[in-house]
């Protein structure tokens, strides 16, 4: 079984940072993307940013400049790095990681609150 640990949300005023962590435990095969998505009430879930095994990386427009998503290979964590929050960050952040054999595993959820 896949386990997805994820840590790091929680509330902050605008402006701050927050750094989100998502660790990637059993038994699993090599690890080729690892992303974070966000989804705000009422509206679908969307990609926040990715990274590849080979340190690619995609970003959201609303984010670029301000998030950083990088990944630690041996200890199989993403972590994205938040600065400048607005309040429209608001969400509940999943990371997702899909394997060599392309199955798709999801972590749990963390809530991420900007306040104004």
């Known amino acids: 079984q896949v386990q997805l640990v994820e840590s790091g949300g929680g509330l902050v005023q605008a402006g701050g940072s927050l750094r989100l962590s998502c660790a990637a435990s059993?038994?699993?095969?090599?690890?080729?993307?690892m992303g974070w998505y966000r989804q705000a009430p009422g509206k679908k879930r969307v990609l926040v940013a990715d990274i590849t095994s080979g340190g690619i990386t995609s970003y959201l427009d609303s984010v670029k400049g301000r998030f950083t998503i990088f990944r630690d290979n041996a200890k199989n964590t993403v972590y994205l790095q938040m600065n400048s929050l607005k309040p429209e960050d608001t969400a509940v952040y999943y990371c997702k990681i899909v394997v060599a054999r392309g199955e798709n595993y999801w972590g749990q959820g963390t809530q991420v609150t900007v306040s104004s």
């Open positions: 059993g038994s699993m095969f090599r690890i080729n993307v």
